[in-house]
């Protein structure tokens, strides 16, 4: 068995899965706008966190007042129980706040590397180490390739991406006219 011939053919199917300029700007578009709702909605998410917590803040130092001036000792135990419910919310609130981190990165250096993987496989195959070439098998394929000796590699199951990719751009498949499989109607 020839390694020319072999990586020769999986190079062919690398470059096959380089999407068009136009499917590659409009994923490009796509993933930005998502990044962005995103961020807007961790930002947002954070802020209500945020005036919750003053919220509460004020509620409790309502609540301890009332105790200061409670003489009831029924009363004072249910406000203690409040204020024991409220600061338990407070420190979920912050634990939230805490674990949302701050503002993710914007989204030309978060995804700058997956896009260029996006846009062209096979420039990380030719370019990378063995460690890039093994990355590469795992990001691109769902699945082992196999390969026949006498006809090649099988169809590759690519990975979501490219398969959504090449959906969108049509993929050589041709789909149902708009007038369907029946004769027209005079």
Known sequence: ?????????????????????????????????????RSQGITTRKKGWEAEVHKIESQV??????VMDAESQTLIKAYEIRIQG??????????????????????????????????????IWVSGSFEHKRLVLK?????????????????????????LLCDLSGGGKDMVPATGFEPVAP
Request: zero cysteines; a positive charge; hydrophobic letters at 40%.
């Open 1 to 37: 068995m020839a390694r020319d011939k072999i990586e020769g053919q999986f190079e062919t199917i690398l470059q096959d899965m380089r999407p068009s300029h136009d499917m590659f700007v409009l994923a490009y578009e796509v993933f930005q706008k998502l990044w962005q709702t």
């Open 61 to 66: 130092a309502q609540l301890v007042d009332r």
């Open 86 to 123: 409220l600061e338990v919310r407070k420190a979920e609130l912050r634990e939230k706040i805490a674990r949302s981190g701050r503002n993710p990165k914007d989204f030309e250096t978060a995804f700058r590397t997956a896009m260029t993987f996006l846009a062209n496989p096979y420039k």
């Open 139 to 163: 990001l691109a394929f769902a699945e082992r390739l196999q390969y026949l000796r006498e006809s090649g590699f099988r169809t590759a199951l690519t990975a979501s991406p490219f398969t």
